[in-house]
């Protein structure tokens, strides 16, 4: 009887909130909420010295356009996602594809970016995302340091989500510093095992974001797919 009681009154305890993922929420939700989005992004990948330079356009109606280039001394990489809410096409250095766009393609790429990145969005885009982004899940958050990234004052964010089958072989650490006045994201670090990249190594992938544009009209040439290469 003893025992009832104790776990009764835990159970009508208030609930610990989780500042972290508070935090993390709300930037997610942004990114979801805004009518158009777009920003710059620039980064690199390790131990590679990959150098990366993208950018990234979500407009209404599952429009959806992602750049991205890629340069080492080894290697260039570089690839376009481009979605107009009824074909897709993803081109990657010198192949590339169309589809039909899934019907939530757009809310599928900002979620991945939100949770992930740039490079990442590039990866799911290759998959059929939309099947298994409720999998992809992101927890464990936990609050890192606070710091400045350029002249904004921002606070870290560390989960992991859990690694797609289709895509990495390990669930990604993820360390994410996020503006603490416009909760959008201003720096993120992923670091996994298995990736495209180094397979069986780990890789790490830092990306500073800059530029955000929210709720302004983008061209609609962004989005048209008969203005890309065949």
């Given at each position: ?133 409720d999998e992809f899940a992101a927890s464990g958050f ?60 780990t890789t790490v992938v830092r990306e500073i974001y ?21």
């Amino acid at each position: 009887m003893r025992a009832f009681i104790v776990l009764a009154a835990a159970l009508f305890l208030p609930q610990e909130k989780n500042e972290a993922e508070e935090l993390f929420r709300k930037m997610e939700e942004k990114l979801l909420q805004a009518k158009t989005l777009q920003c710059k992004v620039e980064g690199v990948v390790e131990p590679i010295k990959l150098k990366l330079a993208g950018a990234l356009w979500f407009g209404e109606d599952n429009h959806v356009r992602l750049e991205l280039d890629g340069r080492s001394e080894e290697a260039t990489r570089s690839g376009t996602v481009i979605s107009d809410g009824q074909g897709m096409r993803i081109a990657a250095s010198d192949t590339a594809r169309s589809m039909a766009a899934p019907d939530n393609i757009g809310r599928a790429m900002r979620l991945w970016f939100a949770r992930a990145g740039l490079l990442s969005s590039f990866d799911a885009a290759g998959a059929p995302v939309t099947e298994f982004i409720d999998e992809f899940a992101a927890s464990g958050f936990k609050l890192g340091a606070k710091e400045k990234v350029g002249d904004r004052e921002a606070q870290a964010v560390e989960f992991v989500i859990k690694a797609s089958p289709r895509t990495l072989r390990e669930d990604p650490a993820v360390i994410v510093w996020i503006d603490l006045k416009t909760h959008l994201p201003l720096k993120r670090t992923v670091t996994t095992k298995g990736s495209s990249f180094n397979m069986g190594e780990t890789t790490v992938v830092r990306e500073i974001y800059s530029d955000f544009k929210l709720d302004v009209k983008i061209d609609p040439a962004k989005f048209e797919l008969s203005k890309e290469k065949k």
